[in-house]
Nanobody, 124 residues
Framework: QVHLVESGGGLVRAGGSLRLSCAPS????????MGWFRQAPGKERIFVAA????????KYADPVKGRFTISRDDADNTLYLQMNILNPEDTAVYYC?????????????????WGQGTQVTVSS
């Protein structure tokens, strides 16, 4: 089983930016579709963004379209989520996840490996 490690979270003011990273502790992300999800306190874990196996196709949840960008660097074996124009509603723990298949997938049941999450807090 691949262990995924997220990093890059933190505290930022509204309107600011953060870039999250996700890397496996072993093996590789190559040949897997990948995704980002988030979970706010007391709420379900929801889809944020996904990228396909080849890095050519992406999907975004409506609240983040135009502000967030998912990308992957297979040479560095890392998945990224660039988050711009952050607002307090983006406050959550962000998780990366790995899926079998080409992707991109927006539903949780497609993903089988999850990281421990990184906290993103946006102050008003």
């Amino acid at each position: 089983q691949v262990h995924l490690v997220e990093s890059g979270g933190g505290l930022v003011r509204a309107g600011g930016s953060l870039r999250l990273s996700c890397a496996p502790s072993e093996r590789t992300l190559v040949s897997y579709a990948m995704g980002w999800f988030r979970q706010a306190p007391g709420k379900e874990r929801i889809f944020v963004a996904a990228i396909d196996w080849f890095g050519n196709n992406t999907k975004y949840a409506d609240p983040v379209k135009g502000r967030f960008t998912i990308s992957r660097d297979d040479a560095d074996n890392t998945l990224y989520l660039q988050m711009n124009i952050l607002n307090p509603e983006d406050t959550a723990v962000y998780y990366c996840a790995k899926a079998y298949g080409l992707g991109p997938y927006s539903t949780r049941h497609n993903y089988h490996d999850w990281g421990q999450g990184t906290q993103v807090t946006v102050s008003s």
